[in-house]
């Protein structure tokens, strides 16, 4: 509600500097209608309005910038125009040639939705890896979505006397492929958790989970880059010229050969890192701004074109698409530990 009122107050009140500035107008259209459309609080959620603002995105910006355009999709979605959300999420799609391609697979992956009636995936679970067994060279994803995971290189399910059948990486060539599947598309609220057992910290920003494409990092849990703590990678989507950003460290040191559970959490106007079912660090963003959309596969122990592999073992990662709260990580930690 108060970044609701604050986008509000400046694209309304001229007697603030940045109410003239075209562009941050078109922002500001653009995060009020992907906010209204996708936000799970009922008082936020208004298909009304987020039309309105997503036209006035599209309007002011000439409809030729995409993110504009999906947003406008994504609120006749919610309002049950699905012919018209079908209509504007193509145009989205060609105005993408030559620009933001990396957003092609998510606007693809939308229209598939909107042309079957879906305005949005359902919030919950998307994807379980517990580990306890392999077979013909995948580990099964056990939340019910089918998303099995492939092992490369040496990777293999190791029997750790404390945690039981756990995933065994050794930092030279291994990993687990889950595939680019379209319910990996996660734009406004995620949760991404892991226990982790470290062997060796050998190389920069050796990756637990990460989704991204190249060099690039969407979201995932990390190495930090200097330090012995993790930390959360997010990267949200480019909005109105404005690229947003961030990587949120954490304080506790993970490298002293025990288990530790690890959270990354977004929900829309903060990110939270957690380690053993306490609040490390947070971080807020700017105005709920929505996360990038990837390419490229989600990899459990390696980031995509980087040799970051992980160095140890990985227990029990999940993803959700949705925010849980501080409790609900508390509540995972001690059911898990």
């Known amino acids: 509600m108060d970044e609701a009122a604050f986008v509000l107050r400046l694209l309304e009140d001229q007697s603030v500097g940045i109410a003239d500035d075209k562009r941050w107008k078109i922002c500001a259209h ?3 209608a992907r906010l209204y459309a996708t936000c799970p609080k009922a008082e936020l959620h208004n298909a009304t309005k987020a039309v309105e603002h997503g036209t006035s995105a599209c309007e002011m910006s000439g409809w030729a910038e995409p993110i504009c355009l999906d947003a406008l999709a ?9 012919d018209l959300a079908v209509q504007q999420q193509k145009d989205a799609i060609v105005c993408l040639s030559g620009n933001i391609v990396r957003l092609r697979t998510a606007f693809v992956n939308r229209l598939t939705m909107y ?15 517990e580990f306890d067994q392999s077979k013909d060279g995948m580990v099964l994803d056990t939340s019910g979505n089918n998303l099995h995971g492939r092992l490369v290189g040496d990777a293999n399910v190791y029997a750790d006397p404390d945690r039981g059948n756990v995933l065994h990486l050794d930092g030279e060539g ?13 734009t406004d609220e995620i949760t991404i958790c892991a226990w982790i057992k470290v062997s060796k910290f050998d190389k920069g920003r050796q990756a637990i989970i990460a989704n991204g494409v190249a060099a690039t990092i969407w ?22 010229g404005v690229d947003l950003c961030a990587d949120l460290v954490a304080h506790t040191s993970v ?18 890192l957690y380690v053993d079912g306490e609040r490390d660090a947070a971080l807020p963003t700017l105005v709920f701004p929505s996360i990038s959309t990837p390419t490229g596969p989600v990899l459990i122990g390696k980031r995509a074109g980087l040799p970051r592999e992980w160095n140890g073992l990985i227990d029990d990662v999940r993803i959700y698409n949705r925010a849980m709260s501080e409790e609900e990580i508390v509540e ?3 059911s898990t530990k």
């Open 30 to 32: 653009y995060l009020l």
């Open 74 to 82: 994504a609120a006749y979605a919610e309002a049950g125009r699905f």
């Open 115 to 129: 042309e079957r009636g879906v305005p949005k995936s359902p919030k919950g679970l998307v994807a379980r890896w």
């Open 174 to 186: 291994d990993w687990v492929d889950c595939g680019a599947d379209l319910r990996f598309d996660i």
């Open 219 to 240: 979201w995932g849990l990390q190495l930090n880059e200097t330090t012995d703590t993790i930390e959360f990678s997010w990267d949200g989507a480019r909005t109105a």
């Open 255 to 272: 490298n002293d050969g025990k288990w530790h559970h690890v959270s990354g959490v977004y929900d829309g106007r903060r990110i939270n």
């Open 332 to 334: 995972l930690y001690n």
